[in-house]
């Protein structure tokens, strides 16, 4: 069994304690505690969730202060059965194919991640399926990349990311392998293979 959608909920703590709490466990798992080295802090995170993003990131397009944002997918059944969140922030970049007319380096609207499946659900697809659902989801519409960083023996998060189409998998540097997903490269490939297949169709006339 596979699935590829989620009904996905934008976490706040103010409503959702119950499935935070049941998160928190995901996270205390041993191999979880060893893969994310102990640098990772749920509590963390969770603290920063209750301004709502939308009202401070939407249109930002300077440096400022990380926003944080959370989501959990729910099943068919409604039960809690992936997690993605992170801060989402304004970066400047000095990559030369982000740069402006004028050869000035642009912002770009950025959020660093992490997710995790449910114990007792994994190996069914719910991995991909909440990272497609948080692209796709109206609170990520003005993120431009998305970027994590998996551990190189966690084996079964790697190759989850290297199913998720539009995410590029960087060298692994310090026992950590990074992957970003770019929503303009990701468009502009999808625009490249709608116009291979119009003239598909059209030379099958």
Same mark, same amino acid.
């Given at each position: 069994?596979?699935?590829?959608?989620?009904?996905?909920?934008?976490?706040?703590?103010?409503?959702?304690?119950?499935?935070?709490?049941?998160?928190?466990?995901?996270?205390?798992?041993?191999?979880? $505690?060893?893969?994310?080295?102990?640098?990772? +802090? %749920?509590? #963390?995170? *969770? =603290?920063?969730?209750?301004?709502?993003?939308e009202?401070?990131?939407?249109?930002?397009?300077?440096?400022?202060?990380?926003?944080?944002?959370?989501?959990?997918?729910?099943?068919?059944?409604?039960?809690?059965?992936?997690?993605?969140?992170?801060?989402?922030?304004?970066?400047?970049?000095?990559?030369?194919?982000?740069?402006?007319?004028?050869? $000035?380096?642009?912002?770009?609207?950025?959020? +660093? %991640?992490v #997710?995790? *499946? =449910?114990?007792?659900?994994?190996?069914?697809?719910?991995?991909?399926?909440?990272l497609?659902?948080?692209?796709?989801?109206?609170?990520?519409?003005?993120?431009?990349?998305?970027?994590?960083t998996?551990?190189?023996?966690?084996?079964?998060?790697?190759?989850?990311?290297?199913?998720?189409?539009?995410?590029?998998?960087?060298?692994?540097?310090?026992?950590?392998?990074?992957f970003?997903?770019?929503?303009?490269?990701?468009?502009?490939?999808?625009?490249?293979?709608?116009?291979?297949?119009?003239?598909?169709?059209?030379?099958?006339?």
């Amino acid at each position: 069994m596979t699935t590829d959608r989620l009904r996905l909920l934008q976490i706040r703590t103010d409503r959702d304690s119950d499935v935070l709490d049941e998160v928190r466990r995901w996270f205390e798992e041993p191999d979880m $505690l060893r893969w994310m080295g102990g640098i990772f +802090g %749920f509590d #963390y995170l *969770v =603290s920063g969730l209750d301004a709502p993003a939308e009202q401070r990131f939407t249109g930002q397009k300077v440096p400022g202060e990380p926003v944080t944002m959370a989501w959990v997918g729910f099943d068919g059944e409604d039960r809690p059965v992936a997690f993605a969140g992170g801060e989402a922030s304004v970066e400047r970049t000095s990559d030369p194919s982000d740069c402006t007319d004028h050869g $000035l380096s642009s912002s770009v609207r950025t959020l +660093g %991640f992490v #997710y995790i *499946v =449910s114990p007792e659900h994994r190996g069914l697809g719910y991995g991909r399926a909440i990272l497609h659902s948080v692209i796709e989801h109206s609170s990520t519409t003005e993120v431009e990349v998305f970027s994590c960083t998996v551990d190189v023996d966690n084996k079964p998060s790697l190759a989850t990311m290297r199913r998720v189409r539009g995410f590029v998998e960087a060298d692994a540097s310090a026992g950590k392998v990074p992957f970003s997903y770019s929503r303009a490269a990701a468009e502009s490939e999808a625009r490249v293979c709608e116009k291979v297949l119009a003239q598909d169709n059209a030379g099958r006339r």
